[in-house]
């Protein structure tokens, strides 16, 4: 164990980058991405199992090496306090134990706990506990998990009407599989265009999204750029591809967004 525990009852976010590989690799450099975000009310752990050089490069000042089942104990503790955890790791199966142990301490602390994995991870959902899954291509790993984990901050934390927050989100993935996507558009018809874009991404996520049972959707954009009209536009939009589920959804004000708009989905089955 290389960092120590650390204790902030306004933290609510913790976000684990695993390294998975026998260098820096995206579970670490997608946190050093996040970190210069400068996101509010999140904590960032790095982990590996056997190189403390690899750690070394990641700018996250809590850092961890899971080499027995002390160290579990300690990261399990240090994840506590939380109100959603995310663990962060690309090409899964260069090291699937270790992502495995450090989900396991995750799912201990009893809140959502969404993976989202990088590159090809055909098999290892059957090795690797968590609530949700949000799949996303090794290219550009760290920069499409950093804006992940920033669109479910914004989600939660900026004003807006309806809001969503973690209860919700909680709500929507437990006692199920369940699947997270993301789209981002700007210009005209940037709404629409953004949850084409993570419709298509959920379907190639979940072969069977169309049997979705409840669809929580966010959209976060500038103030005046999207209605209750238009968010029931989306909401149909979502029905056509998921005629079961339920939606629910929330607005997030944004104006530096100005034209763009950017749609989280959470489904679960």
């Known amino acids: 164990m290389l960092g120590g525990t650390f204790e902030n009852r306004f933290v609510k976010v913790k976000v684990v980058g695993i390294n998975t590989k026998g260098n820096l690799s995206g579970g670490l450099t997608a946190l050093n991405c996040m970190l210069e975000k400068n996101l509010s009310g999140v904590n960032f752990i790095a982990v590996d199992r056997h190189d403390v050089k690899n750690l070394d490069g990641c700018n996250a000042i809590h850092k961890f090496r899971l080499l027995d089942k002390n160290d579990e104990e300690i990261l399990t503790e240090?994840?506590?306090?939380?109100e959603m955890i995310f663990i962060v790791a690309d090409e899964v199966w260069e090291n699937v134990?270790?992502?495995?142990?450090?989900?396991?301490?995750?799912?201990?602390?009893?809140v959502p706990v969404i993976f989202i994995a990088g590159g090809d991870f055909e098999d290892a959902e059957d090795e690797i506990?968590?609530?949700a899954l949000i799949k996303l291509p090794s290219k550009n790993f760290e920069f499409d998990s950093a804006k992940v984990v920033q669109n479910f901050i914004e989600a939660v934390t900026l004003p807006g009407q309806?809001?969503?927050?973690?209860?919700?989100?909680?709500?929507?993935i437990k006692d199920s599989g369940a699947i997270v996507s993301y789209g981002e558009r700007d210009g005209k018809n940037a709404a629409v265009k953004a949850a084409k874009a993570a419709i298509?991404?959920?379907?190639?996520?979940?072969?069977?999204?169309k049997a979705a049972t409840k669809i929580l959707f966010n959209v976060t954009a500038a103030k005046g750029n999207l209605s209750l009209e238009e968010a029931q536009k989306l909401s149909?939009?979502?029905?056509?591809?998921?005629?079961?589920?339920?939606?629910?959804?929330?607005?997030?004000i944004d104006d530096w967004l100005v034209d763009k708009v950017k749609f989280l989905l959470v489904a679960s089955f």
């Not at 298509?200 to 999204?209: D, G, I, K, P, T």
């Not at 149909?236 to 607005?251: M, S, T, Y």
């Open 129 to 131: 506990i968590f609530d």
């Open 236 to 252: 149909n939009l979502l029905k056509r591809h998921a005629p079961k589920a339920e939606i629910l959804f929330g607005f997030s």
């Open 97 to 110: 134990k270790v992502v495995a142990l450090a989900a396991h301490c995750a799912k201990k602390v009893g």
């Open 162 to 172: 309806p809001k969503i927050d973690v209860e919700m989100i909680s709500e929507v």
């Open 200 to 209: 298509e991404h959920a379907e190639n996520s979940a072969e069977n999204f």
């Open 78 to 82: 240090n994840l506590r306090g939380s």
